[in-house]
């Protein structure tokens, strides 16, 4: 089965940039989406179609991609954005199956 | 204001059966693609399953294949998830989730605040 493999942890200090990999033999074909989920609530979408960003969402986060790999960066990181990020996307095949990465715990020191 | 609502989920022994609801408000509910997703105490998401909107189309994750069924219920604006021959591995918290579809790919703009569903003796 597909897989999205993420880093299980990232840290750094506020004011500082997050960089958060999600690699994936499909990516080149198809998007990626990127959410965040904090303690005891449902994630919230932060970035679509790789780069795109939602609504609402602070201009710090953005997306990127490069390959089999695609990146959310969060700039001038603030304490409030500590929780855990999933990528999110599509094998191949069409088919409609889809997959969440392990998940990055990002911690703000 | 979309809205998601869970019901259903509680505590069921191995090999048994739970059906889980989702009911759906704020728009227009037959429009839309539906899925579930699902996280194990303390892990990752892992996204479950997915209908398209007239039920014609079902998809599913390896690990519940035959063993749980997405259905809709468009006059009732609801989704659902019947659960059979459930294992400890089953344990989550089940999340219905509305899909924006871009080719076969797509995204969860809106999300349930979901059911727990513990399997144990």
């Known amino acids: 089965s597909y897989e999205l493999t993420q880093p299980p942890s990232v840290s750094v200090s506020p004011g500082q940039t997050a960089r958060i990999t999600c690699s994936g033999d499909a990516l080149p074909k198809q998007y990626a989406y990127w959410y965040q989920q904090k303690p005891g609530q449902a994630p919230v979408l932060v970035i679509y179609?790789?780069?795109e960003r939602p609504s609402g969402i602070p201009e710090r986060f953005s997306g990127s991609s490069s390959g089999t790999t695609v990146t959310l960066t969060i700039s001038g990181v603030q304490a409030e954005d500590e929780a855990d990020y999933y990528c999110q996307s599509a094998d191949s095949s069409g088919t409609y199956l889809w997959v969440f990465g392990g998940g990055t715990k990002l911690t703000v020191l | 204001e979309v809205q998601l609502v869970e019901s259903g989920g509680g505590l069921v022994q191995p090999g048994g059966s739970l059906r889980l609801s989702c009911a759906a408000s704020g728009f227009t509910f037959s429009s839309y693609w539906m899925s579930w997703v699902r996280q194990a105490p303390g892990k990752g998401l892992e996204w479950v399953a997915n209908i398209k909107q007239d039920g014609s189309e079902k998809y599913y994750v390896d690990s519940v294949k035959g063993r749980f069924t997405i259905s809709r219920d468009n006059a009732k604006n609801s989704l659902y998830l019947q659960m059979n021959s459930l294992r400890a591995e089953d344990t989550a918290v089940y999340y219905c989730a509305r899909p924006v579809l871009l080719g076969a790919s797509g995204y969860f703009d809106y999300w349930g605040q979901g059911t727990l569903v513990t399997v144990s003796s």
């Open positions: 179609k790789d780069s």
